[in-house]
């Protein structure tokens, strides 16, 4: 009998990296980082006393840029962020290892730092080119509009904050080999960047995962560099290695969500039709590449949110700045887009004197529109997601409530804000969308189920579990899900882009199809019927309606005899997706995911501190393939997003150095900030593209926070006017204070 993934939480029987039993001989890493933002590296006395590996130990190359190859895995002579690794100080202990790395002596030779990306722009540090995508004529629809409005947007990073920091563990094996353990959302990335720097065959590294305390696009590229590192030192030193950062080396030396900085203008008739809209999107990479320019072309395919534009030009620039390198993060880019247009949004209407939903509701997209991308927009329902808010919440009594609120409360204001979401599912790199699932039944009955995906909360195991179930025909706890192993699953995309249910369910739903083929037939010749007319369900195998008296763990066992083979390996790759770089078209996208939030706030106008008082939400699952685990994952996601507009500010001085280095000084959500989540899952929606007709929920609900943040704007407007603020995420208490204090009060 297998659990499901929850009853192992709640009981706490869940094993994470550091609850490893550790081999005999364990040695314990810790890392020198530089203390400098930018600089050239002097000299480093490392006493006789002390093992530490620096660049010049590495056997093979000292190189793990993912799309472009640009970042060291050990810094060299210069150094570029605060944080960026330069030792591999180990020890019989960690506390051995730590107290050695205090007596390694260094000196630098301290260089200017760059931390914001338009003043990297300037100086023409930039990770890549600019991307434009574009659409139509701009600046021609320009002057046919009524209204053009120009701004500025900045958006703040976010810490990804996974309960489990960045762990691995390295055991050295025979000819070369090394296995190893780690928490990453990318177990071939880490295989690969380390046969890189040993200098080995991909062959000889074996990695394994068996579940991440978290992830959220914070392990998708950056659990690889310290894997590589526990893999370096156990196969100089011939000794398991555990490297572990404690919380405040994570959150000093990895990457977080880019903050941006962006310029937009919009322009629309005077019945809030938008004819026009551009943007330019100066991320924040950080000093190397990481995954930002795949990021920062999903900003791209983003920037017109839920709506139709038919004139559309954005521009895209990565800026290499002298901090961490920012990565993935839930959205993957999609959110500081969505951010934008929605603030444009937000503007227009203040200027039109109307309410931003007018505009909003307006432009939804529609069944045949086209995105500004090239891809026509089909099974779209974000229209019914829309109405729905109406039908299953009555908002516009939400609406009335709240005025009549605001109009009897001084102290207290609430607001409101809608905000549609439409969020592409698929790789935006064709070659991504591929997995594999390895099947095998045991003579038991028991099945063991190893695909490409990584679980980190997300329920990719027990929903895979489930279509497994399902197909064979048996009971859940019948079927176990395997680490994801890349000896067992090869070639693996990360577990990413909301896609590894739709991808590896895919490849098990494969698997499984045809092993209950080959037993349905195998039945067929023990009972002596043509394979049609047998049915395997409830763990027993069927004629037409009638038991035939033999059970799943018979039948398993008979065909074992019979030497029919018990074991299916599966390959899926997403059908019709394409895309144009040369032009920027195509249609990148299996298929997208819709939905539509109303949330309510409430600010207190004398001190600034509000609360999200409710998010109602109807958005589309598909049909949902465990209710439980997508409700958690809207939840979640929800929760995220308010947190990246609200709440959680990184804070950085000039040198570059995070100051928001603890959790004392920065600040998420907690269950009490958590508002009242209503949900409605929408009906009829069914999606060719994933198993069972579900489809993806990992990142679209992160996107719903984005309501928070304007209907707290609303809140504000209701004190102090119709006035024009400066849209600058986090809108935490203190800058909502700040624009609270501009209500211009009459003196008595
Ligand atoms: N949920 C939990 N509990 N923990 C996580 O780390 N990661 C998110 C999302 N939900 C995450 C999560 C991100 S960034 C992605 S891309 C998806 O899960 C990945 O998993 P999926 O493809 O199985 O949805
Ligand atoms: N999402 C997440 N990770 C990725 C993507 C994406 O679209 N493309 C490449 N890595
Ligand atoms: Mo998610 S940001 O694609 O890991």
């Known amino acids: 009998m297998s659990k499901n993934e929850i009853e192992k939480h709640v009981k706490g029987e869940s ?8 081999p005999d001989r364990t040695w314990f890493a810790s890392i020198l980082d530089s203390p400098i ?10 006493p006789a006393d002390v093992r530490a590996f620096t660049y010049r130990d590495i056997p093979g190359e000292n190189q793990i ?17 605060i944080g960026e690794p330069i030792a591999i100080v180990v020890a019989e202990t960690q506390e051995k290892a730590e107290a050695d790395k205090r007596r390694i002596e260094f000196e630098f030779e301290e260089h200017e730092a760059v931390t914001e990306p338009r003043e990297a722009f300037r100086r023409g540090m930039l990770i890549a080119p600019p991307v434009i995508f574009s659409i139509g004529n701009t600046e021609e629809a320009f002057n046919q509009c009524d ?9 703040g990073g976010q810490e990804h904050l996974y309960l489990e920091t960045q762990a691995s563990i390295a055991i050295p094996g025979e000819d070369e080999s090394v296995k190893i353990y780690s928490s990453t959302q990318s177990p071939t990335a880490v295989q690969r960047a380390t046969a890189k720097v040993l200098g080995v065959a991909m062959n000889k590294v074996e990695v394994d995962v068996l579940r991440l305390g978290g992830g959220f696009g914070g392990k998708e590229d950056q659990a690889t560099p310290w894997a590589a590192m526990c893999a370096l030192a156990a196969s100089l030193l011939n000794k398991p290695v555990k490297l572990r950062l404690s919380r405040q080396e994570d959150l000093r030396m990895t990457g977080k969500r880019h903050p941006y900085s962006a310029d937009y203008k919009i322009g629309l008739t005077k019945e809030g039709k938008i004819l026009a809209y551009e943007a330019t999107f100066y ?9 930002s320019t795949a990021i920062l072309e999903r900003t791209m395919f983003h920037a017109t949110n839920s709506y139709f534009i038919p004139n559309v030009k954005t521009t895209g620039i990565s800026c290499k700045t002298n901090l961490p390198p920012n990565t993935a993060f839930r959205g993957f880019g999609g959110p500081q887009a969505m951010f934008v247009i929605e603030s444009a949004i937000f503007k227009a209407a203040r200027q039109m004197n109307v309410e931003p939903y007018e505009i909003q509701r307006k432009n939804l997209l529609k069944e045949g529109d086209y995105f500004y991308y090239g891809q026509k927009v089909e099974r779209c329902k974000v229209g019914k997601c829309w109405e729905g808010l109406e039908k299953n919440f009555v908002v516009s009594k939400k609406i009335e409530e709240i005025k009549k609120f605001n109009d009897s409360n001084k102290l207290f204001k609430k607001g409101f804000a809608f905000i549609p979401i439409t969020f592409g599912i698929s790789f935006t790199s064709k070659f991504l969308n591929q997995a594999s699932a390895l099947i095998h039944i045991y003579t038991d009955g028991s099945v063991g189920v190893s695909t490409a995906a990584v679980e980190m909360g997300q329920g990719v195991n027990e929903k895979i579990r489930i279509i497994v179930a399902k197909a064979l025909g048996i009971s859940l706890n019948k079927i176990k899900m395997e680490t994801t192993n890349t000896t067992r699953a090869a070639n693996t995309s990360p577990t990413a882009a909301s896609s590894a249910a739709d991808l590896n369910g895919n490849a098990a739903l494969i698997a ?3 092993l209950k083929k080959r037993l349905t037939e195998t039945a067929g010749r023990i009972l002596k019927t043509p394979g049609e007319n047998i049915a395997i369900y409830k763990d027993k195998v069927w004629v037409g309606e009638k038991s035939s008296g033999i059970n799943w763990e018979e039948l398993v066992n008979r065909a074992y005899l019979m030497r029919v083979s018990l074991t299916e390996q599966a390959f899926y790759a997403t059908p019709d997706i394409h895309f144009n770089r040369s032009v920027n078209k195509g249609r990148p996208f299996a298929y997208h995911v819709f939905g539509a939030a109303f949330v309510v706030s409430k600010i207190d106008v004398l001190r600034g501190v509000y609360e999200i008082e409710e998010v109602n939400v109807v958005h589309d699952y598909g049909e949902s393939l465990n209710i439980t685990i997508d409700k958690g994952q809207t939840e979640g996601g929800i929760v995220q997003g308010i947190g990246w507009l609200t709440l959680e500010e990184l804070a950085q001085n000039e040198e570059g150095k995070l100051l928001s280095n603890s959790l004392s000084t920065y600040k998420i959500p907690d269950i009490y900030f958590t508002p009242k989540i209503n949900i409605h899952f ?5 999606n060719p ?16 926070g984005i309501g928070a943040y304007f209907s707290l704007l609303s809140a504000i407007k209701a004190y102090v006017g119709n006035i024009d603020f400066k849209i600058h995420s986090p809108l935490t208490p203190e800058r909502a204070l700040s624009l609270l204090s501009k209500k211009k009060l009459v003196k008595a």
């Open 147 to 155: 209204y053009v409005i120009e701004d500025k947007v900045e958006i």
């Open 15 to 22: 094993l994470f990296v550091d609850d490893f039993t550790l």
């Open 682 to 686: 929408l009906e009829g929606s069914k």
């Open 37 to 46: 933002a930018h600089g050239k590296i002097k000299h480093i006395n490392i």
């Open 65 to 81: 840029g993912n799309i472009i190859q640009d970042e060291h895995l050990l810094a060299e002579e210069e150094v570029n962020y």
């Open 512 to 514: 499984a199809n045809e």
């Open 689 to 704: 593209y994933g198993p069972f007709k579900s489809k993806a929920i990992g990142e679209p609900p992160f996107m719903y």
């Open 283 to 291: 991320q924040n990479a950080g000093a190397c590449a990481d995954l």
